[in-house]
T-cell receptor
Framework: GAVVSQHPSRVICKSGTSVKIECRSLDFQATTMFWYRQFPKKSLMLMAT?????????EQGVEKDKFLINHASLTLSTLTVTSAHPEDSSFYIC?????????FGPGTRLLVL | AQSVTQPDIHITVSEGASLELRCNYSYGATPYLFWYVQSPGQGLQLLLKYFSGDTLVQGIKGFEAEFKRSQSSFNLRKPSVHWSDAAEYFCAVGALTSYGKLTFGQGTILTVHP
């Protein structure tokens, strides 16, 4: 139980394009989902908290216009990296909350050329 | 502000040896404590968690952790390590008042020698 999927697992795009990453809770409903970014050999950095039916809450220093988050249903949250640049290349991981525990997706590797 | 410290960046053990990964936290409220494991290029898998009750918690893959309030610690242990345990381990703290948000430690990379 408590399985979270992410799609795509890997994406390569050109600089200036937008990329959408999906996070789904497969066997439970999650009113809250979280988006993290992980740099090589580093811990996870929380980017934003996504609440179903309301606006996401962004952490300090995260550009909300660049990282658009939508949580339209209890099983799906999306992160759109708009006008991506090489410095946005990273490993993005989502998690879904269930009973005070976060369950993580497998991550999405983004490479912006 | 809450914080989590994992003092050991990298630990190497021999297969079959015992393991202890250290985690210290600083948190004003009653903490929820977690250990996650991450294999290269993968997401995080929950090993175990502590919310309340018995301070020794059992997790998956033969891992256990002990909550010691007096030492603000939540160390992860395994009596006999397997080569497949090689991965990065993250300790995290949350609370009811944090609305599900977690604070992660820097992680400990575990290498297992045959």
């Amino acid at each position: 139980g408590a399985v979270v999927s992410q799609h795509p697992s890997r994406v390569i795009c050109k600089s200036g394009t937008s990329v959408k990453i999906e996070c789904r809770s497969l066997d439970f409903q999650a009113t809250t989902m979280f988006w993290y970014r992980q740099f090589p050999k580093k811990s996870l950095m929380l980017m934003a908290t996504s609440n179903e039916g309301s606006k996401a809450t962004y952490e300090q220093g995260v550009e909300k216009d660049k990282f658009l988050i939508n949580h339209a249903s209890l099983t799906l949250s999306t992160l759109t990296v708009t006008s991506a640049h090489p410095e946005d290349s990273s490993f993005y991981i989502c998690s879904a909350g269930l009973q005070e525990t976060q369950y993580f997706g497998p991550g999405t590797r983004l490479l912006v050329l | 502000a809450q914080s989590v410290t994992q003092p050991d960046i990298h630990i190497t053990v021999s297969e079959g040896a015992s393991l202890e990964l250290r985690c210290n936290y600083s948190y004003g409220a009653t903490p929820y404590l977690f250990w996650y494991v991450q294999s290269p290029g993968q997401g995080l898998q929950l090993l175990l968690k502590y919310f309340s009750g018995d301070t020794l918690v059992q997790g998956i893959k033969g891992f256990e952790a002990e909550f010691k309030r007096s030492q603000s610690s939540f160390n992860l242990r395994k009596p006999s390590v397997h080569w497949s345990d090689a991965a990065e381990y993250f300790c995290a703290v949350g609370a009811l008042t944090s609305y599900g948000k977690l604070t992660f430690g820097q992680g400990t990379i575990l290498t297992v020698h045959p």
